[in-house]
């Protein structure tokens, strides 16, 4: 399942860290984060989707405490 999320990222490089550790996630098929733009195109198996939604804040949140993901 692809899907975009509008989210909130202070800084270029925080969202550059974030990609690079949802893209780790087990089930995540791929993830770009657009700092411009602060939106996420996520690509993740459908059966574990709302999981790994989950972790993708607490992953965000670990690199920017202010990370936001508009669900």
């Given at each position: 399942?692809?899907?975009?999320?509008?989210i909130?990222?202070?800084?270029?490089?925080?969202?550059?860290?974030?990609?690079?550790?949802?893209?780790?996630?087990?089930?995540?098929?791929?993830?770009?984060?657009?700092?411009?733009?602060?939106?996420?195109?996520?690509?993740?198996?459908?059966?574990?989707?709302?999981?790994?939604?989950?972790?993708?804040?607490?992953?965000?949140?670990?690199i920017?405490?202010d990370?936001?993901?508009?669900?």
């Amino acid at each position: 399942m692809q899907k975009k999320f509008q989210i909130e990222v202070d800084c270029a490089n925080c969202a550059a860290k974030i990609e690079a550790a949802i893209n780790k996630i087990e089930g995540v098929n791929s993830a770009s984060i657009s700092f411009m733009a602060q939106k996420m195109v996520l690509d993740a198996d459908d059966a574990n989707f709302d999981r790994i939604v989950k972790e993708i804040v607490k992953v965000g949140k670990k690199i920017e405490p202010d990370f936001e993901l508009d669900v």
